[in-house]
């Protein structure tokens, strides 16, 4: 009975601690198998911020080539509005060149009627004058 009691004891004592023994090895396990989740966490978390890091250097060259361009451009279209303003300035001499050599190629078209006629005038006043 005493006896009994204390195999019954030794027994529940023995059973605890090989339950002690499972249970710390299970912890063990789940430590271990923590550690290695952890470590590729790690390992996925660092690769992601790389690819970020990658995604964000293109993006940024992306960009930059984007503003070289669009400078690009813009000197293009100024040099372009430059060009044209050279070009209406020019059209706007030569009309008034033009107008001018109008003006005086009608003054010397009038200039040479009245010296056709003066000539004309002047041989039949010859011609007037052999006959008399």
């Given at each position: ?5 204390e195999t019954k004891k030794s027994s529940e004592v023995v059973q605890l601690r090989k339950e002690v023994k499972d249970l710390k ?76 050599l109008e003006a005086t190629l009608s003054e010397n078209e009038a200039a040479l009627a009245c010296e056709q006629q003066a000539t ?13």
């Amino acid at each position: 009975t005493l006896q009994d009691s204390e195999t019954k004891k030794s027994s529940e004592v023995v059973q605890l601690r090989k339950e002690v023994k499972d249970l710390k090895e299970q912890c063990a396990t789940v430590d271990e198998t923590h550690q290695d989740a952890a470590l590729e966490r790690d390992k996925l978390l660092q690769a992601h911020a790389e690819d970020l890091e990658a995604v964000k250097q293109q993006c940024s060259a992306k960009v930059d080539a984007a503003e070289q361009e669009l400078l690009e451009s813009s000197k293009k279209a100024d040099k372009l509005s430059d060009d044209l303003q050279q070009s209406e300035t020019l059209v706007t001499t030569l009309r008034a060149e033009m107008k001018a050599l109008e003006a005086t190629l009608s003054e010397n078209e009038a200039a040479l009627a009245c010296e056709q006629q003066a000539t004309s005038n002047a041989s039949k006043e010859r011609d007037e004058a052999r006959i008399r």
